[in-house]
């Protein structure tokens, strides 16, 4: 079958050819190096390096990018596959839309991919950012948001095909001349390890003008400990696969509180990984690794007629709920259900061990659209029917960020359980190791009841990133 986006482009862009490029209407034009190629000039030497190069739009008038160290030397680099293996805030996304916007420059028909884990990232992040990056340098485009492809209108200049990679096998049909995959190690190992391959497969278009072309395929991520980016390009490289580390330290625009900031608000594991950009293992020992039996030991109790929060997790013939109540701001995990038939019988329990108390259900977001007793209506459904207060999300919470929810919660003093009230619940806290893939073990039967206590946690206490108040890295 031919593929839709050649026959769209030839449509909207019949004039878009390899002729000699005029000035854009900003004092301002693209700076990317192709290294192999093409001999980039320092223009200044500061904490960050400005750099500018020919060949592109217009070598007379080029843009002029501030980088950072470790951007310098991704951008300078030769290799195949180079990765970009940053902290929060280490200006990541920037440089991968300006090394594909860079690249996009090497010809009219060169089209560069550019993935992102989900379409939600696509749609939001990704594509908003490259128009942007477009209209600062004055090149029209027209972003087919039903193809997700953003078509440029200018002599020289390639367009760019937006994808996911949630779904391996939809990454077929097309050509790319280079390729940029986004935060790649957030995908299970099989998978990044497929969605890695396929892209690989694709980058191999050859196009018009280019005499030499050199095809490359390059990754951007915050290292999420021993898993695909590191087995390929860390443990094992092979020749053509090189890595760049970038603390977010090495970024001089952020606030001077954000490092702090960023330690305040993840579990101590993962500050070398977020911070300092490097490999650390975040699968070894146990899931919940901060939660200590004595240390997060609470003594309450549920008291006549307060608000219960439910936690609840949907399992044919094995249903959990962890009932919490407030003292303060701590929330203190005071009674457990376990072994539920299906949601029935869930919500008969609940009636007869919580009457005259205000319950509020924070369930598996799953359960909006399956029924663990195959009725009609849906389980989330059959507990609104019942009359509790239902505090879910459209989809769940990343199982990754679920779990910092949940470590961060008792590290910081602010999470308790009661092990004689909720015996169930401390064992499986105490005990719920990883997999060999690096994902939480879900054969022993110990997720369960986890699962339902982190649910409401990552609700009510989601880790959320440190924003910004200053410009971000002036490209």
Known sequence: MTPPWPRLWKLQHPAKVNRPAFPLQTPYLIAHMESRYKQPWICCQTSCRKYLTGGTLNAQNPIRLTLTEPQERFLMSDAKHPAFVAGLGAGKSE??????????????NALIGMYAPTYDLVRLITAPRLCARLDSIGVPYKWNKSENIVYTNWPRFGDFVLR????????????????????????????????????????????????????????YTTPEGFRFVYERWAKQPTPGYEYFQAPTYSNPFLPAD????????????????????????????????SYGREVNR??????PNEPIKLGMDFNVGNMAA?????RAKDWHCVDELKGGADTPSMIQTIKTRYEGHHVTIYPDASGASASSKGASLSDIGLLRAAGYSIRAKGSNPRVKDRINAVNLGFHSGKLWVNPDTCPETSRCLEQQSYDKNGEPDKTSGLD??????????????????????AAPLPF
């Open 164 to 219: 996911t990679m949630d779904n391996p096998e939809r990454i077929v049909g097309y050509e790319t001349y280079r390729a940029h995959c986004d935060e790649l190690d957030t995908l299970k190992v099989v998978n990044a390890r497929k969605v890695w391959n396929n892209i690989v497969a694709r980058n191999r278009q050859r196009p018009e003008g280019i005499k030499r072309p050199f095809n490359r395929v390059s990754a």
């Open 298 to 303: 609470s003594r309450e109790t549920i008291q």
């Open 448 to 469: 369960h009841q986890n699962d339902a206590f982190g649910y409401p946690i990552a609700y009510e206490m989601p880790v959320i990133r440190p924003t910004m108040t």
């Open 95 to 108: 440089v991968m839309i300006w090394s594909a916007i860079g690249d996009a420059a090497h010809s009219a």
């Open 258 to 289: 954000y490092v702090n900031n960023l330690r305040n608000t993840y579990p101590p594991e993962l500050i070398d990984a977020y911070i300092e950009g490097r490999f650390v293992n975040l699968t070894s020992g146990t899931v919940y690794r």
């Open 322 to 326: 962890c009932a919490f109540v407030l």
